[in-house]
């Protein structure tokens, strides 16, 4: 449905040129939720805005539902757009019109007599759930109500495909999940394509069947959310996951921790795992098979889609010979091991 192939977009130029997006590649198929999570300036706004050519990647092919967008005429682009809806951060909404107005103004644009107008936008009111507000105007309406109109208007002229820019990144999470709830829903109903960035976590947990990391303007990782969350690939990847998961050591043993195995040290490791792992009883085989003492600092256990995934930080307490037996036993078991340092042995 969306294919991105090969895209670069740099801005400016001599000294000053940014190089935003870097050979970015990237296929969305028919009725899937994708999100593309990074940091700020990462070039996430970027991506989204060359899908629908309101920025023109600098090299690349961008095509969408069988067209390419970068071949077409200004007219048929335009056309083209009306099948692309589009929702933001802050909404955008036109302040002097009603909330029936403004999801009637792309219908407006395009000729829609004022009856076909009203067929359109009433059931629209319905889906969002803002029937009791057509007449108010957006300064009336709450965060997540005004969001709800920009999603009517983004759906008025029959889009197959949605995207959003950091659409839930300026709403509190309670409303953030109503507005989430409503894109699933609306992918379900009408099977809308939707792509859609995030800085959060949460929102690709909570929505996404498949996620890709950008980083620099590159795109380094993209892979199904269960997966993504349970095995990420890289260290950013890990780092938004441990940021999500918040299972970080206890202060005062990170304090403690080196990064060097002493004489007299053990090791303190963040224990991911997924899948048969989290229903065996891995820890009491550890201790029983490898001679180590397990001492658990913290521990968790997610859902994601249909995968679970635990974490833990433990220490190991062995000789270095036992700790090293110890993670090369689990490692065998399919789980990630990360040595946080080690701490020294307390007298
Ligand atoms: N119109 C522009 N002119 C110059 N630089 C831009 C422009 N838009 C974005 N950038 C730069 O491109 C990079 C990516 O920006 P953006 O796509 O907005 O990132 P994100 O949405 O992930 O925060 C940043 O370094 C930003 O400063
Ligand atoms: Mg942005």
Redesign the pocket.
Known sequence: MIYLENISKT??AGANT?H?LQNVNLHIPQGRIHGVI?L????????IRCVNLLERPSTGKVSVDGQDMTALSPQALNKARHRIGMIFQHFNLLTTRTVFDNIALPLELMGETRSTIRQRVEPLLELVGLVDKANQYPAQLSGGQKQRVAIARALASKPNVLLCDEATSALDPQTTGSILELLRDINKKLGLTILLITHEMDVVKSICHRVSLISDGELVEDAEVGDFFTAPRTQLGREFLNDFLQLEPPKELIERLSPDAGTNTHPVVRLTFSGDAVSTPLISKLARECEVDVSILQAKVESIQDRTLGLMIAELLGTPQQTRDAMAYLESHQLQIEVLGHVQRNA
């Open positions: 801005y400016g940014v935003a990074g700020s300036g990462a070039g996430k706004s970027t991506l």
